[in-house]
T-cell receptor, first 109, second 115 residues
Framework: GQNIDQPTEMTATEGAIVQINCTYQ??????LFWYQQHAGEAPTFLSY????GLEEKGRFSSFLSRSKGYSYLLLKELQMKDSASYLC??????????FGAGTRLAVHP | DVKVTQSSRYLVKRTGEKVFLECVQD?????MFWYRQDPGLGLRLIYF???????EKGDIPEGYSVSREKKERFSLILESASTNQTSMYLC??????????????FGPGTRLTVL
């Protein structure tokens, strides 16, 4: 079957670093996406990894290990506005995405 | 600025009613998708379309149908709404699979309540 696992909830302090892990088992793999979703809003694209390694984009970085079926999203210098859900998704054929249930991150002062 | 719009943000319908959810994108994307999002379950794919008049079942198509008569518009139809279809419905679009990241762009969502 197809399965994507990520923690349900995480908390962190403003200014700190947090790592959100995602493990996956899927029948096809054309890349892994991370999306951010604020409460009541649409998901917005954060990052895409198709090759192993780290992709850095400002305060956000995403890592992929295809052999381990593992990815993480790293958020640095946390801000209150980073409180949101973070969705891990694996791309299959026709650009279909298989989503994990999401990780709700709460950033505290 | 790229845009995916959905016809309603909030909708309340009665059991047994036929419900139409409309989605329009202005990016000339080939692929369009309908998801529902429920707490603890994440986004689940209902149907998708990779071309006009083409449709494919997703993971949970039962109780739903779709229509894509024009490239920019993808409609989700609940033939006879039931209370277990109360959910947040999200539409998304993306370019062809041959493009680099194939990211999906999402609409604002329609929160449907079936009484």
């Amino acid at each position: 079957g197809q399965n994507i696992d990520q923690p349900t909830e995480m908390t962190a302090t403003e200014g700190a670093i947090v790592q959100i892990n995602c493990t996956y088992q899927t029948s096809g793999f054309n890349g892994l996406f991370w999306y951010q979703q604020h409460a009541g809003e649409a998901p917005t694209f954060l990052s895409y990894n198709v090759l192993d390694g780290l992709e850095e984009k400002g305060r956000f970085s995403s890592f992929l290990s295809r052999s381990k079926g593992y990815s993480y999203l790293l958020l640095k210098e946390l801000q209150m506005k980073d409180s949101a859900s973070y969705l891990c998704a694996v791309s299959g054929g026709y650009n279909k995405l298989i989503f994990g249930a999401g990780t709700r991150l709460a950033v505290h002062p | 600025d790229v845009k995916v719009t959905q016809s309603s943000r909030y909708l309340v319908k009665r059991t047994g009613e036929k419900v139409f959810l409309e989605c329009v994108q202005d990016m000339d994307h080939e692929n369009m998708f309908w998801y529902r999002q429920d707490p603890g379950l994440g986004l689940r794919l209902i149907y998708f379309s990779y071309d006009v008049k083409m449709k494919e079942k997703g993971d949970i198509p039962e109780g739903y149908s779709v229509s894509r008569e024009k490239k920019e518009r993808f409609s989700l139809i609940l033939e006879s709404a039931s209370t277990n279809q109360t959910s947040m419905y999200l539409c998304a679009s993306s370019a062809l699979a041959s493009h680099s990241s194939n990211e999906q762009f999402f609409g604002p969502g329609t929160r449907l309540t079936v009484l």
